[in-house]
């Protein structure tokens, strides 16, 4: 959410998720990573160089969605060229299915995001915007990610327990914020949240002030989602509150929360920055790229969709 005065420029598709960027099989890619099936219950997968990821989840029977084919896909996330990311080695392979939820940020300019998301996916996730949340709906996707759901109809108590449901048998649930300056955005995705017991508070928290950089968050708690992560930014968010695992502060407030829910997880973000163009091309020292492929794989089912951490993270 921001206070900023002259226009910004609104970009597609963001998060469009990292949602589709894995197959089902277990294969090398070209930086050296692997999927992993999860057959072994660990979501975790082998890099390169013989490290091995961590645990993100316990093995899971249930299966969420139409599932997958067996195919590779080349994720190129180690800072180097990517005229060769997202070739799909078997001529063209079923990924997991992703969607998001509600409208795209307007504080920040570019589609950094979208354009990582299409190089290495046949693929984008699909935009359920203001769609009625049913079972048969969320069904068909493995990662759902909530952006901007406060003009989006009040949730219904239905929708929160399908959202619920989901969620139990396997489904990854993730929300940002922070896109308006008024505080009432928090309302419609805590109705969301509060299935799980977790909600985001109305201080708004982090402002860049007079600086033109994001402010840095470099307070981290080991968890599969911050492996590798020094610093991320955030501006003028909203803090998380309630239950789960405390995996980010920063000014003395939760800023990322993840929880296991049943067979699934949820994260929740006190930010949407993460998703614009300047923190991922103006800021060497953060490390968004292997944060979103960091959260994607935690957040999906141990035998579906797992993309390793790459073995030399983004510069």
């Known amino acids: 959410m921001r206070m900023k005065l002259g226009a910004s420029v609104c970009w597609g598709g963001v998060i469009g998720s990292c949602l589709l960027i894995a197959s089902a099989c277990s294969s090398k890619h070209t930086d050296g990573s692997t999927v992993n099936t999860g057959g072994d219950g660990s979501g975790a997968a082998t890099s390169g160089g013989g490290s091995t990821g961590s645990a993100a989840s316990s093995g899971s029977s249930s299966v969420i969605g139409s599932g997958n084919t067996a195919g590779t896909l080349s994720l190129n996330v180690d800072g180097g060229n990517d005229s060769d990311a997202g070739t799909l080695t078997d001529g063209g392979a079923s990924l997991c299915n992703g969607a998001t939820l509600g409208v795209k940020g307007m504080w920040g300019d570019g589609d950094v995001f979208a354009s990582w998301l299409s190089s290495r996916s046949n693929a984008g996730a699909a935009d359920l915007a203001d769609q009625t949340l049913t079972p048969a709906l ?75 950089s994001t402010v840095p968050i470099t307070m981290w708690n080991p968890h599969p989602i911050d492996v590798g992560v020094t610093e991320v930014g955030v501006d003028n968010g909203y803090p998380v509150m309630g239950m789960g695992d405390v995996i980010a502060t920063g000014g003395g407030y939760n800023i990322g929360v993840a929880q296991s829910v049943g067979t699934g997880h949820v994260f929740v973000w006190a930010d949407e920055w993460i998703t614009y163009n300047s923190e991922w091309d103006s800021h060497p020292d953060y490390q968004v790229e292997t944060f979103w492929v960091n959260a994607v794989k935690w957040l999906t089912v141990a035998s579906q969709c797992q993309v390793s951490v790459p073995p030399t993270p983004p510069k």
Do not use: C
């Open 138 to 212: 969320l069904a068909q996707y493995q990662v759902i990610i909530a952006q901007d759901v406060s003009a989006n109809h009040p949730y219904s108590a239905d929708e929160v327990k399908a959202l619920s449901d989901w969620v139990n048998q396997g489904g990854g649930f993730m929300t940002l914020i922070g896109y308006s300056s008024d505080s009432t955005e928090v309302d419609n995705v805590n109705r969301l949240l509060a299935a799980f017991s977790m909600n985001y508070g109305t201080d708004h928290i982090l402002p860049k002030g007079n600086g033109n």
